[in-house]
């Protein structure tokens, strides 16, 4: 079974400064997606960020950034220019690319404090 | 925009009671989810569905069971509800195509507490 884990129960970082979230996984499958959701106050599951397993190229999107490492199943979420919106829950989580379901497996999340 | 919608945003319950959580989703998702979110723990899978009429067990369905009439709602039953089930449960739907771009799309959950 595939397991994600999140070391960083919670981290602070100041408004428009870098913070690095990590997450680490285990699975035995070469071919799977990994995510990074937000889960503001509002309790609302935003996909932040995706990338797939057999693209080398770490996924961007526009403040957000992955460092994905497919050797040692390390897939770290980098914020840029932190905002006060950027406060929330974030969780990682694990997709197999095969099979039947689309089942995600979550880490423990990440409570990310924005500081003004 | 896909729309999950969940039935109650707040709910609260006595213990022995049968509960149900009600789902639904408006894409023609053929995959439904309910997950467990618990502080500390992250979210735990209960039970999913890939078809109407069919479910399978996720890592936690120990206390739960799950209906699936019609393929827009999914719904989680509480048989004897217990203070141990009190949490925020999450309901989630996915096209069941195994694409890429397509991703899982959650509801805004129900704070459930059992007393």
């Known amino acids: 079974a595939q397991t994600v884990t999140q070391s960083q129960p919670e981290m602070s970082v100041q408004e428009a400064e870098t913070v690095t979230l990590s997450c680490t996984y285990d699975t035995s499958e070469s071919d799977y997606y990994l995510f990074w959701y937000k889960q503001p106050p509002s309790r609302q599951m935003i996909l932040v960020i995706r990338q797939e397993a057999y693209k080398q190229q770490n996924a961007t999107e526009n403040r957000f950034s992955v460092n994905f490492q497919k050797a040692a199943k390390s897939f770290s979420l980098k914020i840029s220019d932190s905002q006060l919106g950027d406060a929330a829950m974030y969780f990682c989580a694990y997709r197999s690319a095969t099979g039947g379901s689309e089942k995600l497996v979550f880490g423990k999340g990440t409570k990310l404090t924005v500081n003004p | 925009d896909v729309k999950v919608t969940q039935s109650s945003r707040y709910l609260v319950k006595r213990t022995g009671e049968k509960v149900f959580l009600e789902c639904v989703q408006d894409m023609d998702h053929e995959n439904m989810f309910w997950y467990r979110q618990d502080p500390g723990l992250g979210l735990r899978l209960i039970y999913f569905s890939y078809d109407v009429k069919m479910k399978e067990k996720g890592d936690i369905p120990e206390g739960y069971s799950v209906s699936r009439e019609k393929k827009e709602r999914f719904s989680l039953i509480l048989e004897s509800a217990s203070t141990n089930q009190t949490s925020m449960y999450l309901c989630?739907?996915?096209?069941?195509?195994?694409?890429?771009?397509?991703?899982?799309?959650f509801g805004n959950g129900t704070r459930l507490t059992v007393t």
């Open positions: 989630a739907s996915s096209s069941g195509r195994l694409l890429y771009n397509s991703p899982i799309h």
